[in-house]
């Protein structure tokens, strides 16, 4: 892909009647890099997640994968699935009583000829998808484990080994740490790590900004629809990033107030 961005966003907007959601938004996400989306409630994460993702068509701009102008009365889930763009949600779709190596390939099974699924071909690659691409270390967990029977961050685990699998380059993770322990929020992050070091993106979307700080090679912060940060990670520490937040806090805070 060279130096071509996965996905270009220019002047996107996006309203809902009366209610704009997201003002002029331009941004890229480049090839092998974690991107934090940072941002309040109402503040249009999901909504550009949702545009990128082919779930809704802006009302205003352009988007480009891979430099390929997206026209949007045949952009689709699906179309987004084919250029190689998968969604982890917060509860992963998987199937709690089915093995994990069902769980890999539900809706994509391999078959033969006849349309026979292909167990073993399907086992040797959910085992290899385990140890070699997600590094699961779960003690006592097979490909024939239950995924009934993982914890939290291992089901995200699965989730995201079973979106890498299927060649996406661009992985994008809504809130995966949401109601996890803190030993299981370690097993995410060391995840969302091996995506890049298996050489795809990510877009991690959180609440902790500690977590997003961590992890993320660069920082996106929406406020109230508009782009108000994007910049390296390395560049912004912590504790900067923190004040950049709470001073968008209370600026919002003293507007109210004024308006009162």
Not at 73 to 99: C, D, F, M, W
Not at 135 to 146: K, S, Y
Not at 180 to 204: D, H, P, Q, T, W
């Amino acid at each position: 892909m060279g130096d071509q961005p996965i996905v270009r966003l220019e002047n996107v907007g996006k309203a809902y009647g009366p209610v704009v959601s997201l003002q002029d938004i331009t941004l890229e996400i480049g090839s092998n890099e974690i991107v934090g989306l940072i941002g309040d409630n109402g503040a249009g994460k999901s909504t550009l997640i949702k545009i990128v993702t082919g779930v809704e068509t802006p009302t205003t701009g352009e988007v480009y994968i891979r430099g390929e102008h997206i026209n949007f009365s045949n952009y689709s889930v699906q179309r987004a699935h084919e250029l190689r763009i998968e969604t982890v949600h917060q509860t992963s779709s998987l199937g709690t009583k089915q093995p994990l190596w069902r769980n890999f390939f539900v809706g994509r099974p391999i078959t033969n000829a006849l349309g026979f699924i292909k167990v073993r071909e399907q086992k040797r690659i959910s085992e290899q998808i385990m140890r070699e691409t997600i590094g699961f270390r779960g003690a006592g967990i097979d490909v024939d484990t239950p995924v009934g029977r993982l914890s939290g961050g291992e089901r995200q685990g699965v989730a995201i080994g079973r979106a890498m699998h299927f060649e996406s380059d661009l992985i994008v993770l809504d809130e995966p740490t949401v109601a996890l322990a803190l030993s299981e929020v370690e097993k995410v992050l060391n995840f969302i790590r091996s995506i890049k070091e298996n050489g795809r993106s990510c877009i991690y979307i959180e609440h902790n900004i500690h977590h997003v700080h961590e992890v993320c090679d660069r920082l996106i912060v929406l406020d109230r629809g508009r782009l108000v940060l994007d910049c390296e990670a390395k560049a912004m520490s912590y504790t900067e990033l923190t004040d950049f937040l709470r001073n968008l806090h209370q600026g919002h805070e003293g507007e109210t107030k004024v308006a009162s």
